[in-house]
């Protein structure tokens, strides 16, 4: 999976794992983003959550080869989802 989830009693650890591309998002990392803020909004015992990426890098930014292929979509600010999956998510 691209993403890995930790979660220690009230902290979620959300870990970008793409590191051959520098953690960059596509469509499924994007998804799998969203799931997991989404997860930790509803859990009512997560105080704080910490994102980080694996093999040396945060993340690189949208997959440009998927953002090319029409995989990934960029639209206008409040026109859907984000690109980078949570970006725009509001949470509770």
Same mark, same amino acid.
């Given at each position: 999976? #691209? $993403?890995?989830?930790? +979660?220690?009693?009230?902290?979620?650890?959300?870990?970008?794992? +793409?590191? +051959? $591309?520098?953690?960059?998002?596509?469509?499924?990392?994007?998804?799998?983003?969203?799931?997991? *803020?989404? %997860? *930790?909004?509803?859990?009512?015992?997560?105080?704080?959550?910490?994102?980080?990426?694996?093999?040396?890098?945060?993340?690189?930014?949208?997959?440009?080869?998927?953002?090319? #292929? /029409?995989?990934? +979509?960029? /639209?206008?600010? /409040?026109?859907?989802?984000? %690109?980078? /999956?949570?970006?725009?998510?509001?949470?509770?």
């Amino acid at each position: 999976m #691209s $993403v890995e989830v930790d +979660r220690r009693g009230p902290v979620t650890v959300v870990v970008l794992d +793409r590191p +051959r $591309v520098r953690n960059a998002v596509d469509a499924a990392h994007a998804a799998a983003l969203t799931e997991a *803020f989404e %997860a *930790f909004d509803a859990d009512d015992d997560a105080a704080v959550a910490v994102l980080h990426g694996r093999g040396g890098h945060f993340c690189a930014g949208a997959d440009l080869k998927a953002v090319a #292929s /029409g995989e990934v +979509r960029v /639209g206008a600010p /409040g026109q859907g989802p984000a %690109a980078m /999956g949570p970006t725009r998510m509001l949470l509770g």
